[in-house]
């Protein structure tokens, strides 16, 4: 699957086997304001994006499916900004929810407040639709994460609920927004 350009960003899959790839997550983790919506702004070392994170990465990329991380850069320049997460719902449980794909997104804080989430986030699931893979949308946040409760919101998801969400990254109360595309 391939994501047109928006106005102002491109999107390519990221890969697990990229070490640029790896390196662009090891570095936007090193932002502790990044990392405070997150978890509490402890910062990722490199032995654990290496050793967890992309091989979680490589277990739900599908480049038909255009499930995995969408790297989000600058369309003019080319540089780095951010990534948006696409993966079904509960991947990683028992019961992943196939046609539910969650979206989710990390940018690098001095791009925070130019709408540069919200645009990725709209153009990749508009793509998404467009191919037909999915009836819903999800997103989850820390309720403390105003910025992205607001994002969710401008891409159509309703609030359903507040659960504790247990991962084997991070265990930790989250707001869950849906929105049906059917």
Not at 18 to 41: C, F, K, W
Request: net charge negative; with cysteine; hydrophobic share 35%.
């Amino acid at each position: 699957m391939k994501i047109p350009d928006s106005e102002r960003l491109s999107y390519t899959l990221m890969s697990a086997d990229d070490t640029s790839d790896a390196e662009l997550l090891y570095q936007l983790d090193q932002d502790p304001e990044v990392m405070r919506h997150i978890n509490n702004g402890k910062l990722t070392s490199r032995e654990e994006i290496r050793d967890f994170y992309l091989p979680r990465l490589e277990k739900y990329t599908n480049t038909e499916k255009g499930w995995g991380l969408w790297k989000v850069c600058f369309k003019e320049s080319g540089q780095f900004i951010g990534w948006v997460l696409v993966r079904p719902m509960k991947f990683f449980s028992d019961s992943p929810q196939w046609d539910n794909l969650e979206l989710g997104w990390r940018f690098v804080s001095e791009f925070w407040g130019h709408g540069y989430a919200t645009e990725a986030a709209q153009s990749i699931k508009q793509a998404l639709i467009h191919s037909g893979l999915a009836t819903r949308f999800c997103a989850i946040a820390v309720k403390e994460n105003k910025a992205s409760i607001s994002i969710m919101k401008k891409l159509g998801m309703n609030y359903i609920k507040t659960y504790l969400d247990k991962d084997a990254a991070r265990e930790v109360d989250v707001v869950y927004y849906e929105i049906s595309c059917s």
